[in-house]
């Protein structure tokens, strides 16, 4: 029998990729996105146009998280049999200054969808998966896993903490068939464009076109555990085939420093880059001609940083025989070789070409 899946926040990264593949095992999708993004030239609708918004299967409903009344009539009406809840503030420097929305959002929006199938009766009919993070992890020093101390770092990592325990409180209250997904972080092509691995392949291919002015960054020191978001789309959707709810880690095992996705970028169009200076006064420079090509900006620094994430994600191996398949720098590559092909009107044609 048809499937039918319900997924917030699809006009975002993992929701594309999700709906994709969702559709392409022969689901109904139904997506949530807001008003504002449903609308050119927001990148959200370029996302979906990319989605090829005509797909028979696919539905979309414009519409808030926040809003309680809305998101249980959505679900009453819809009658799914998965929600995959992405939709979220999702840029921790972001929830630093705006964290009672991030709060409503992140928390509360999940409340919202746990409380609706509650309220509808549908305990035993819907499978949830809800967007933790590993940014719940924070200080918690690396390798993390379920197992590992909570310890986050921002007002985004609080309030996903708080809509994890939410959902596991409502597994074990109410017997809703819920699962954490405690990603570590994951970028591709659609990634949105202020987060640093996109703003570095950005960056780097405008300079391979002629850029002049050197890039500018915060904490090069940062060590992420970066994945590709087509392989953690599908381990979203093995947990909610696995047999009892439970929470998974998923990650790639590979971390590395932000100062090194900057160095491998470069290296891709064959720069090298030397580091000059300290501090706020350091400088990455073309080893060949001098030039300047990475600056720090004070500003991009966050009041707090989570220094260390380092997935293992041996759980998700074993109990759903989950692995990426995408290594590190075929991510870079990847996502270089499809900002060189970005149409001059900012359209993403990626999904189409996958
Ligand atoms: P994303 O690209 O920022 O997508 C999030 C989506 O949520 C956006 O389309 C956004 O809509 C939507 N949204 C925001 N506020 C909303 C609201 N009030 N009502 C309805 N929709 C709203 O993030 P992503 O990278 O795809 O991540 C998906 C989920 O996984 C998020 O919950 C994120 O926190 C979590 N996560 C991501 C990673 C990662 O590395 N990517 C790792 C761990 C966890 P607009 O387009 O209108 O802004
Ligand atoms: O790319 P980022 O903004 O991602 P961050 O903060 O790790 O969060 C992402 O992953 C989380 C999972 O661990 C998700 F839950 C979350 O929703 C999001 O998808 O920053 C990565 C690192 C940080 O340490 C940041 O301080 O890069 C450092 N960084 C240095 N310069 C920068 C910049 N980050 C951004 N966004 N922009 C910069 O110029």
């Not at 209250?173 to 464009?193: D, K, M, Q």
Request: negative net charge; glycine residues 8%.
């Amino acid at each position: 029998m048809t499937k039918t899946a319900f997924i917030t926040g699809i006009a975002g990264q993992d929701g594309a990729y999700l709906a994709r593949f969702l559709l392409g095992k022969g689901y109904n999708v139904h997506g949530l996105i807001r008003w504002d993004s449903a609308h050119e030239p927001y990148e959200g609708k370029s996302r979906i146009n990319a989605l090829r918004l005509d797909h028979k299967n696919l539905t979309l409903h414009l519409g808030d998280i926040t809003d309680a009344n809305a998101v249980t009539s959505l679900i009453k009406k819809i009658e799914p049999d998965e929600i995959y809840n992405l939709a979220a503030l999702s840029q921790v420097h972001v929830s630093f200054q705006t964290p009672a929305s991030t709060l409503d959002i992140n928390t509360n929006g999940t409340l919202n969808i746990l409380e609706a199938v509650r309220i509808l009766g549908m305990e035993k009919s819907v499978r949830i998966y809800q967007a933790s993070s590993s940014e719940m992890f924070g200080s918690t020093p690396p390798p993390q896993n379920e197992a590992s101390p909570m310890m986050p770092c921002s007002p985004y990592g609080v309030a996903k903490l708080a809509a994890y325990h939410l959902a596991r409180t409502y597994r074990e209250a109410y017997g809703l068939f819920v699962c954490n997904g405690i990603l570590f972080n994951h970028e591709s092509p659609l990634r949105g464009e202020d987060f640093v691995t996109r703003k570095i392949a950005r960056a780097v291919v405008e300079f391979e076109q002629g850029r002049t002015e050197p890039m500018k960054l915060g904490n090069l020191d940062a060590i992420r555990d970066w994945g590709f978001a087509g392989d953690f789309v599908e381990g979203m959707w093995l947990m909610l085939r696995h047999k009892v709810a439970d929470d998974f880690v998923l990650s790639s095992g590979d971390a590395h420093s932000v100062r090194t996705f900057v160095e491998r970028a470069f290296a891709y169009i064959g720069v090298e880059i030397e580091w000059e200076g300290e501090g706020v006064e350091e400088q990455g420079i073309d080893a060949n001609t001098g030039r300047v090509m990475v600056d720090i900006d004070e500003a991009l620094f966050r009041p707090l940083e989570v220094n260390h994430l380092l997935g293992d994600a041996s759980k998700a191996a074993k109990t759903l025989g989950w692995a990426p398949e995408t290594d590190f720098e075929a991510l870079i590559g990847m996502m270089i070789n499809e900002e060189r092909q970005l149409p001059k009107d900012g359209s993403n044609t990626w999904l189409k070409a996958g």
